[in-house]
């Protein structure tokens, strides 16, 4: 035990992506309600890694436009630091974006940004489930799941292409299996999760209108 506490590994290094923002995550974005350009979503993320608090002011004013629950205003500050501003119940739902929220402060961002995609992409996966009344034992992937015909006929099919799109070339490349790991490279750009973080909020605030979930978000204390 001694001689392995005492081993030292070579640090890992990994090489980025060629491309700034992925292009078939570019197409996403541009599919998606969004509304902000690739362009300023490259700038928000070279931002973020030279001025973190200015570069996350603009994040989460657009994120305020999207609506619904999101970095901009899911968490509050107590006297123990910030906590959830949601009930229990809805922990799944929102519990992904303050993963979020700690991949942004805490590290680097191009290591973080497969776990940035990944959670956002739970929270879409949990906001399905919560629209169909899954049960949360119910271990259904994203894919299962808007394959299932209850689903599918009640999901506008733009939207569902592009959540299947979605699921098919981002979520499943970001859980990926440790088999699969190539420690070498980088699977995701900071501007790619970024990218990903609003393509998957807007998607689960269109997911959820339907519940009347945000109708019940209080607007003078910001809770569920």
């Not at 942004?104 to 191009?110: E, K």
């Not at 979605?166 to 790991?181: G, M, P």
């Not at 190539?182 to 970024?194: E, G, K, M, V």
């Amino acid at each position: 035990m001694n001689e392995l506490r005492q081993t030292r590994f070579p640090r890992l290094r990994s090489s980025r992506p060629a491309q700034v923002l992925t292009p078939t995550i570019a197409q996403l974005l541009e599919q998606s309600g969004v509304g902000i350009s690739s362009q300023a979503i490259v700038a928000m993320a070279n931002l973020l890694q030279k001025e973190l608090i200015t570069g996350y002011e603009w994040l989460t004013a657009i994120d305020k436009i999207v609506g619904g629950v999101g970095l901009h205003n899911v968490n509050r500050h107590e006297k123990n630091g910030l906590t959830g501003t949601y009930n229990v119940e809805y922990r799944p739902l929102f519990r992904p974006i303050q993963y979020v929220f700690m991949y942004i402060f805490n590290g680097d961002l191009i290591w973080n940004a497969r776990r940035i995609v990944q959670d956002s992409c739970l929270h879409l996966e949990n906001a399905v489930k919560y629209r169909f009344h899954i049960w949360e034992g119910d271990r259904a992937s994203l894919g299962i799941l808007l394959n299932r015909q209850q689903i599918m006929k009640e999901i506008e099919p733009a939207l569902l292409d592009l959540m299947l799109t979605l699921n098919r070339i981002v979520y499943r490349t970001a859980k990926h299996s440790v088999e699969d790991i190539r420690i070498d490279a980088h699977r995701f750009t900071p501007a790619d999760a970024i990218s990903i973080y609003f393509i998957c909020r807007w998607a689960g605030v269109e997911i959820l209108k339907p519940t009347g979930l945000f109708n019940y978000w209080d607007k003078s204390d910001h809770s569920l």
